[in-house]
């Protein structure tokens, strides 16, 4: 929910990209790839041809859409500065957040941005996108038009604290994390979160978006608190009011939709590590389901403390990645490249959880030369220090 002190330079720079040459101009750069090179011989050949501040505004453009590309299908047909590209959920992510509002008629998308959620909510809904930055909300529009759900929504520029939610369903709202170009600080955003809580006794049918480092006790009972991964990189956590929640805390891996949730079962028992080492996903983590994960799998905890499970056979499973042990042992950093020699280990990546250590100095200390990859896990294992050098597992 930015506003920039004057927004006027920014908005006739976005005028100028909507007029015929600044079409023409984004349009011709549209399969050109953009180097630090390539930028500068670029723009001097096309200022033969446009004037110098519309080619500054579209190589910005362009190089934003490239980015962009990693989050929308569409990217290079919308609009972005960069601040509202970094806070904008993927569109793979708010694609699966609109399921939860299924039920609901009208939406609010407070504090829209450039309309990460908006072009994925408006697919379903009449939507009411909010935002306080008169440039982010005409971008939220073109971005709209791009996916072709413009006529679904409309735009309101107000704070979102003074906004009128008469006639709307559902709400979902991104407080923002940055202040124009200053990030606040950690857990803090803008609107405060305890003010975003609050609306749920204005709309029952609430979604917040959060940090992913939100801490689980932060939303009150009855809420449900969702952990949102694409791949094994935790995006972002999404605080569903009671009337849209489920269980208490829950674990989502996109793009395949797979969710782990809470369940009461025996105690997961700590043992010595086995011949397969799980690393599960972070959102499993942060959701604080090691041990139901360990207890669908069979699988074991090698230390109270640490989330790291293990396993007698190679398991597939969205929840973790699997690892094939070939030496574990207590934690001997002077044997270590006597080790790494006898087992032939070239290239190494170094995990390192609940173990002090320089990974990068001992990057550097190893000097390796065989020829297989592997992964040294630096770790914990029944409150011992422990290392385990481990190849990817080949899974059935």
Known sequence: ????????????????????????????????????????????????????????????????????????????????????????????????????????????????????????????????????????????????????????????????????????????????????????????????????????????GLGIKAAPGIARDTVPGRWELEFVAVGRDLKEAVAWSPSLAGPATRATILPGGHTLTPHPGPPVPVTAPGPFLLDPNPAVTRAGLVEELARDLGAWKIDQQIAFLAADTAVRTPFARTLQVIDSGPWNQKQLPARLRALDIGALDIRRRGLAGDVDRLHRQLKLSGSRRATLVMTRARDQPWGLVCLDADLP
């Open 1 to 204: 929910m930015t506003s920039p002190a004057d927004p006027g330079p920014q908005l006739s720079a976005l005028d100028a990209l909507l007029s015929d040459p600044g079409a023409e101009l984004l349009a011709s750069l549209r399969h050109q790839a953009l180097t630090a090179g390539t930028a500068l011989a670029l723009g001097s050949r096309l200022r033969e041809t446009y004037p110098a501040g519309l080619v500054a505004a579209a190589l910005a453009q362009h190089e934003l859409r490239l980015a962009a590309r990693a989050k929308f299908s569409r990217a290079m047909d919308m609009f972005f500065t960069r601040a509202g590209l970094e806070q904008a959920s993927a569109e793979v992510v708010a694609r699966h957040r609109r399921a939860r509002f299924t039920p609901a008629g009208a939406l609010a998308d407070l504090c829209c941005g450039i309309g990460g959620d908006l072009v994925a909510l408006a697919g379903k809904h009449q939507v009411r996108a909010v935002d306080r930055n008169p440039l982010h909300l005409r971008m939220a529009m073109l971005n709209a038009a791009a996916y072709g759900v413009d006529g679904c929504a409309r735009t309101v520029q107000a704070d979102v604290r003074e906004v009128d939610l008469a006639g709307v369903d559902a709400v979902f709202i991104d407080p923002a994390r940055r202040t124009g170009a200053r990030r606040l600080g950690p857990g803090a955003s803008e609107p405060p979160l305890a003010w975003c809580l609050d609306l749920a006794g204005r709309v029952p």
